[in-house]
């Protein structure tokens, strides 16, 4: 039957792995959603990219399989939609199979400096690409 611990590991497998089955049905209407989104506001008021510029067209040439076009509009947002798609598949397969996900509890200082410096240096290339 399991632990608690081990219910709540195999329930969030169950979800990722959901959303990211359903996101993958979903990618014909990215496209279309895409029309519906706001321009950027700082890139408006500034004329630069904020960190999340191209984001939207990142995630719509993922959804036309174009994942050359797709890093080069936002390449942490594309690995990260990647990463986000490939491992809820494989928590939702674990959680079928009956193998609970381990949720992080704490982060240590090297992995959120390591976000950190993966956001900055993510921004620079934006600035030095799409500025």
């Known amino acids: 039957m399991g632990?608690?611990?081990?219910?709540?590991?195999?329930?969030?497998?169950?979800?990722?792995?959901?959303?990211?089955?359903?996101l993958l049905l979903l990618?014909?209407?990215a496209p279309e959603a895409a029309d519906a989104a706001p321009p950027c506001l700082?890139?408006?008021?500034?004329?630069?990219p904020c960190p999340?510029?191209?984001a939207t067209h990142a995630v719509v040439a993922l959804s036309q399989l174009h994942l050359a076009s797709a890093l080069g509009d936002n390449p942490l947002v594309a690995a990260g939609a990647i990463a986000f798609l490939l491992g809820g598949?494989?928590?939702?397969?674990?959680?079928?199979?009956?193998r609970p996900l381990?949720?992080?509890?704490?982060?240590?200082?090297?992995?959120?400096?390591?976000?950190a410096g993966a956001v900055l240096g993510n921004w620079a290339w934006l600035l030095a690409h799409r500025g």
């Open 3 to 22: 632990t608690v611990r081990d219910r709540a590991g195999r329930a969030l497998g169950f979800y990722w792995g959901a959303v990211a089955a359903a």
């Open 27 to 29: 990618m014909p209407l």
């Open 42 to 48: 700082f890139r408006s008021l500034t004329g630069f």
């Open 52 to 54: 999340t510029c191209g």
């Open 89 to 98: 598949l494989a928590a939702g397969m674990a959680a079928l199979a009956g």
């Open 102 to 115: 381990r949720e992080p509890t704490s982060f240590s200082l090297r992995f959120r400096l390591a976000a």
